[in-house]
C-alpha cells in the first residue's frame, strides 16, 4: 500500500519548544556549512512533537509551505548550523522557523496530550512462567 506518491522527512522531538530538528545528521563544520548553502525543502515533513505530560501534535506539513517560509526568512535564519567545538550532531531548522512553519495555513495537525503510562510488565518473569508450563 502507497501512503505517499513522493517522498516525506519524518522527524520527532521532545520537547515542548520546536528546537533541535535536524535537517542533516553531520559533525563535520565544512560539511554543514556546504548544507547551508545548498539546502533548499524538497518534500513534506511529517513531525512528531512529543512533550510528557503535556501537549504536543502529529503535524503534517507540505513542502509548499516550507518553501514559503523558507524564502521570506532566507538561508541563514531558517537553518542552524551547529557550534564549533560542540558535539550537536547535525544542521538545524531554526525554532523560529518552525515555528512560523507550525503556524502557517496549510499544516494539518493533531494535537497529543502525552500522557506516561507505568505498567506491571515484567518480561524475564513471562518468559521464566512460559518455560515452566512448556
Avoid at 517522498?7 to 560539511?31: E, M, R, Y
Avoid at 501537549?55 to 557550534?83: A, N
Avoid at 547535525?90 to 506516561?116: D, F, M, P, Q
Wanted: charged residues 30%; aromatic residues 14%; positive net charge.
Amino acid at each position: 500500500m502507497e501512503l505517499f506518491k513522493e517522498p516525506i522527512s519524518i522527524k520527532t522531538i521532545t520537547d515542548k519548544g520546536f528546537n533541535g530538528v535536524k535537517l542533516v545528521w553531520t559533525v563535520d563544520a565544512q560539511k554543514a556549512k556546504e548544507f547551508r548553502e545548498n539546502y533548499y525543502p524538497n518534500c513534506d515533513i511529517l513531525l512528531v512533537q512529543i512533550n510528557w505530560g503535556s501537549i504536543g501534535g502529529f503535524y503534517y506539513i507540505p513542502l509548499e509551505v516550507q518553501k514559503k517560509i523558507f524564502k521570506e526568512m532566507g538561508r541563514k535564519k531558517y537553518i542552524k548550523l551547529p557550534k564549533p567545538g560542540t558535539n550537536p550532531r547535525g544542521v538545524e531548522i531554526t525554532e523560529e522557523a518552525l515555528s512560523k512553519i507550525i503556524n502557517s495555513k496549510g499544516i494539518n495537525s493533531i494535537k497529543i496530550h502525552w500522557v506516561k503510562t507505568n505498567l506491571d510488565y515484567n518480561p524475564y518473569k513471562k518468559w521464566v512462567d512460559y518455560w515452566k508450563e512448556n
